[in-house]
């Protein structure tokens, strides 16, 4: 069996935080998941990302500045049909209802751990997988 090869887009102001959720991820989060990063710095060229590659799944930061992956998550699942799943990384689990708002499909809480963070990418991965 082959793995599935799957886009993760990560988005964040700071490089630091990019790297910490790749990291996190790793890129074999489970048996028969590969993963690849793209990676995007601000609000306007993740959207453009979304907009013009296939992308598995958004994983955002919702601390980013100025604009925040709670309003990338908003846009996108207003905007598409067929958004991906969208993770969100928050600083507080208070911040959850916030991630509701936004429709998002996970919340992952800074700092992120590594098992924790593979699983979710992975179960999102799997329950949105193309058919």
Do not use: N
Not at 56 to 84: F, H, N, W, Y
């Amino acid at each position: 069996m082959t793995d599935r090869l799957c886009t993760v887009l990560l988005y964040s102001d700071d490089p630091q935080v990019r790297d910490r959720m790749r990291m996190a991820v790793g890129t074999r989060p489970a048996p028969g998941l590969q993963i690849e990063f793209v990676e995007a710095s601000t609000y306007a060229e993740t959207i453009r990302l979304v907009d013009d590659y296939e992308i598995d799944l958004l994983l955002l930061d919702g601390e980013a500045s100025p604009g925040g992956g709670i309003g990338i998550a908003r846009q996108v699942k207003d905007d598409r049909d067929d958004a991906p799943p969208t993770c969100l990384v928050i600083a507080r689990a208070a911040d959850r209802w916030l991630a509701a708002y936004a429709e998002v499909d996970a919340t992952l809480v800074h700092p992120l751990d590594p098992v924790t963070t593979g699983g979710t990418v992975a179960e999102l991965l799997r329950t949105h997988a193309p058919a």
